[in-house]
């Protein structure tokens, strides 16, 4: 049998039914055919291919070259995911998952923003979709290994089960939890039981995350630079996909592809103390930091959880901070396009973070690090209360060039007066009483309203009535 080449071959534009004319007049086999960009995967014989390289409709011809998860660069890690993870179901899963808490997830999810409703695609090694901490975020996807329905993680280090964990382990008390614990998670795996696969497959997942309406996609794989895989990363980011990468150990040489490319976000690792990783790369592409050293995570059953090291466990901290960002509705048209979308996402991540470096963006840290408070800023707090003295029990809050949410949540007052203010002036269209107890009736005990002061100043003081003692609890976010 004559040797056969697999290969991607690009084409000017989406053509006719003469490509796959040209191909069979090769002997060749078409193994996938993209619609997100003008490209087939196809096995063709090593003595055809000379006619492909000067043919009018092609642009390229580059061979399916071989890709991998990316692991820490040292054998100690290796060797202790070989022998094992190990479960820790009665711990308290912040502190076993200290990345999560570190970037300051937590505040945000007692506040209910989860990243219920995003859909993030995973191209990895696959998602054991068994493990207690996935079972109820994990929402299907395809094996491009196999070619099959059946995404299940088969790696031997667990490496696509560990990194979806990091993103949406279920907050329940058992083992870890994820940065954005509701979010809906989707397992392309592209890679094989040793964590090696083929950019083809990359491609193939990237376009069945736009065919399925995905939000963010998360890639802890590292390849060599390919036309086709640039042109995949390229099309989702114009379709309105956030691509979060792992930017490589590559111990500060040049960061890996795809991260390297500018649709994609490469995000670098960095420990408890924040400093860099020894193994991390360096260069312009690095755009984010992310906790990436000694993350607890969930494993492939039956040993559920273990602990990783490698920008593989970074770029998830990443993507799951984006699917809180998107939950929280708080999302805003920061580069004034007339549009929200990922655009926008990436610029709120590039802002939300903690400088370390060099002042601004550096080669090593990119913006800096990730920091959920600054993305989704923290809830004001006051408590309401009726005082022997009645003006010491006021509260007054100054609201400006932001929407505003206010939730009242009564514990024993009367009632109680939202009296509002403009630059000064009295808005009696704004300000309202609000009657917690009535003869005979059941009246609401929460009361929620917003106040739009994009453009302006109000000044809000909330009055109690009640007996003293009497308290209501008031909760302001943006």
């Not at 956030?242 to 995000?267: C, D, E, F, K, R």
Request: glycine share 8%.
């Amino acid at each position: 049998m004559a040797a056969e080449h697999k290969v991607i071959i690009g084409f000017h534009e989406h053509p006719d039914t003469s490509w796959r004319e040209l191909i069979e007049e090769l002997d060749g086999q078409i193994y996938h055919e993209y619609s997100l960009i003008p490209a087939v995967a196809a096995k063709i014989p090593a003595a055809n291919l000379a006619a492909l390289h000067h043919h009018p409709l092609i642009t390229y011809v580059e061979q399916d070259t071989e890709i991998a998860s990316i692991e820490p660069p040292y054998l100690s890690s290796i060797l202790s995911t070989i022998a094992g993870f190990s479960a820790a179901n009665t711990q308290d899963e912040y502190a076993l998952s200290w990345g999560v808490e570190h970037i300051g997830s937590k505040a945000v999810h007692s506040r209910g923003i989860t990243g219920k409703g995003v859909k993030i695609a995973v191209i990895d090694s696959g998602i054991d979709y068994d493990n207690e901490d996935l079972d109820d975020n994990y929402q299907g996807g395809y094996d491009f290994v196999f070619n099959d329905n059946d995404p299940r993680d088969d790696s031997f280090n667990s490496h696509g089960t560990h990194v979806a964990g990091i993103i949406a382990a279920e907050k329940n008390s058992i083992g870890a939890v994820g940065v954005a614990p509701e979010a809906s998670l989707y397992a392309l795996k592209v890679l094989t039981s040793f964590g090696s696969g083929l950019t083809s497959d990359i491609v193939a997942a990237i376009q069945w995350a736009v065919d399925n309406d995905m939000d963010i996609i998360n890639i802890s794989i590292a390849g060599e630079h390919s036309d086709s895989l640039k042109a995949a990363c390229d099309a989702a980011y114009n379709a309105g996909l956030l691509i979060v990468a792992a930017a490589g150990n590559t111990n500060g040489q040049p960061t890996s592809y795809p991260a390297s490319y500018s649709s994609v976000i490469a995000v670098t690792a960095t420990d408890k103390d924040n400093n860099l990783a020894s193994f991390a790369p360096t260069g312009p592409e690095v755009e984010l930091s992310a906790p990436g050293m000694s993350i607890y995570s969930t494993a492939r059953t039956p040993n559920n959880y273990g602990t990783l090291d490698g920008t593989s466990q970074a770029a998830p901290h990443v993507a799951g901070l984006a699917a809180l960002i998107l939950s929280s509705g708080e999302l805003k048209d920061l580069n004034s396009d007339g549009e929200i979308n990922n655009k926008d996402l990436r610029l709120e991540l590039q802002a939300a973070v903690d400088d370390l470096g060099d002042t601004g963006k550096d080669e090593l840290f990119g913006y800096g690090l990730v920091n959920v408070g600054k993305a989704i800023p923290p809830a004001i707090q006051l408590r309401l209360e009726r005082t022997q003295q009645w003006l010491k029990g006021w509260q007054a809050y100054t609201m400006e060039n932001e929407n505003y949410h206010v939730s009242i949540q009564n514990s024993s007052l009367y009632g109680m007066i939202s009296w509002i203010s403009e630059n000064g002036t009295f808005r009696r269209d704004l300000s309202a009483v609000h009657i917690f107890r009535g003869y005979r009736q059941q009246l609401p005990q929460q009361i929620d309203f917003e106040l739009d002061a994009s453009n302006t100043s109000f000044r809000v003081i909330f009055i109690p009535f009640g007996k003293i003692g009497s308290s209501a609890d008031i909760t302001i976010t943006k």
